[in-house]
């Protein structure tokens, strides 16, 4: 995430279970001038959370969209889902301090809430910080990061996937 907020390209995608929220923040995300790219659901008919997830991830580590946010009921199958795409390190976040911190310490790309599990106004303050908290950049935190990248690129795992 290296544009201005304001210009930040972002992926949304939900289940049936996240799609109210879905909608509300991007409807809030919008007014505040960030360009959103959804990726579903379009109801709140009952669906798979992974096939969004994917779709959401995808969009991130390709660069077509700097950031991404996925929900469901918990965020946990949301973000399980999300962390199989290589490249992906998404980050299921329930207060304004593990949002700062998924940024900062882990320098994540995808936000994952769950709808069932906060409210709108909280999911509100935790995007906020989402997007206003760049990586640190820190050597420590870089060395983590480049351990879990080396350990997705392993020969081994490409082939067995
Ligand atoms: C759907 O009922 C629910 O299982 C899903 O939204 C999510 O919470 C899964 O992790």
Request: hydrophobic residues 40%.
């Amino acid at each position: 995430m290296t544009k201005p907020c304001a210009l930040l390209k972002i992926a949304l995608g939900s289940d049936h279970a996240g799609f109210e929220l879905k909608e509300w923040l991007k409807r809030r995300l919008t007014e505040e001038g960030y360009e959103c790219f959804d990726f579903g659901t379009d109801s709140t008919q009952s669906c798979d959370y992974p096939d969004f997830s994917f779709a959401v991830a995808n969009a991130v580590v390709s660069g077509r969209c700097q950031t991404g946010i996925v929900i469901c009921g918990t965020g946990i199958g949301s973000s399980i889902a999300a962390n199989k795409v290589r490249g992906a390190r998404c980050a299921l976040c329930w207060n304004e301090y593990t949002a700062r911190m998924a940024r900062n310490h882990n320098d994540a790309n995808i936000l994952a809430l769950g709808a069932r599990v906060i409210g709108l106004e909280l999911a509100w303050e935790i995007v906020k910080v989402w997007l206003e908290t760049p990586f640190s950049g820190q050597e420590r935190h870089k060395r983590r990061l480049n351990k879990i990248s080396a350990f997705e690129n392993l020969e081994s795992n490409l082939e067995a996937s």
